[in-house]
């Protein structure tokens, strides 16, 4: 071996040194470090009394020290404006609450999605300003009542599901078909709905997609796209697989509407077995989700 091959032989030692154990585990965290880490927080339900407002602002302080790059909002933000009795003063003073709660969030994005609880439907007139999903889609400064945006790679659908026996209007979903099929082959996608669309919870409570069929066929075609499905509304946490696709009904942030709950049985804020909390999502550039549901007190 002469002194040119000694030195060659002697570079790649050294480069191999350079790139020994450590630096090939570090090289391999830099890998799996998410491309985005995001908090679901859904079914907020946000009330006067109780303590809702410092509870949830509290909450919400918790969830930006996990260092999220945004929020996503699953509906039922506010306590209830669906019901007969709800008067416009009412609906008023809780978006009011809403907005100083999430004022805290001044510098993260939240997008949010229609929940069934959200919509003031005994307004006077359909023309009145303050009825229905439009005046919703206004308070949680969303661009339209279902579309979609793409961060860091990932692209993120958000459905309503407030529709005929809970399902997408077919306007939507032609909408739907549409978006899927114009990304990149191989694109990961989240789509979040209020109601779940696949799981356990819709077996145990109900609260389900009655389109479920089309929805997870509609999936199954672009199984390349899809990683994961979010959802609340049954305030209860499941985590199901389906043709490769995550179906994840992350709870409530209001527990149990705040109340006590099942205390006695599971714990305090317990609605069934299912404390109040939020999940934090860490989304890989391959495409894999991992998702954790985290109790709050």
Known sequence: MNRRDILKHTGLIAAGTLLGPAAVKAATADKRKPALTIAHITDVHIREDLNAPARFKKC????????????????????????????????????????????????????????????????????????????????????????????????????????????????????????????????????????PILGITPILVGGGHSDHQRLKSLFYTHRDKVKICLSGHNHLSDNTVYNGVRYCCNGAMSGFWWGTGDKESAGEGY???????????????????????IAHS
């Open 60 to 195: 919400l302080e918790e969830v930006k020290r996990k260092n999220v790059d945004f929020f996503l909002n699953g509906g039922d933000s506010i306590f209830d404006a669906s019901y007969d009795d709800v008067k416009r003063e009412r609906v008023t003073q809780l978006w009011q609450i809403w907005d100083d709660c999430i004022s805290t969030l001044k510098s993260h994005d939240v997008y949010s999605c229609l929940g069934n609880h959200d919509m003031w439907w005994k307004a006077p007139a359909k023309d009145d300003p303050m009825y229905g999903k439009d005046y919703v889609v206004q308070r949680l400064k969303i661009p339209h009542r279902y579309y979609s945006f793409t961060r860091k790679g990932w692209h993120f659908i958000i459905l309503d599901s407030n529709n005929d026996k809970v399902s997408l209007d077919e306007e939507q979903y032609l909408w739907l078909e549409k978006d899927l099929q114009q990304l990149p082959a191989g694109t990961p996608t989240l789509v979040m709905s209020h109601y």
């Open 271 to 293: 609605y069934l077995e299912t404390p109040p909390g939020y999940a934090i999502l860490k989304l890989y550039a391959d495409g894999e989700v991992e998702n954790e549901y």
